[in-house]
């Protein structure tokens, strides 16, 4: 919606929990602020780098 960017590292995958049922990626409370994002639910696009 913004155009910007924030280059993440994956660091493991998510405990198979209720509050991770749907969630694909969970970022940082700071990320989310630089982002400017609004809502807790957002879509985005994702590319993976090896």
Excluded: E, W
């Amino acid at each position: 919606m913004n155009n910007k960017n924030a280059y993440v590292r994956v660091v493991g995958r998510l405990p198979n929990t209720g509050l991770n049922q749907n969630v694909m990626l969970r970022l940082s409370k700071s990320v989310f602020q630089d982002l400017g994002v609004l809502d807790q639910q957002v879509r985005m696009k994702m590319v993976y780098y090896k």
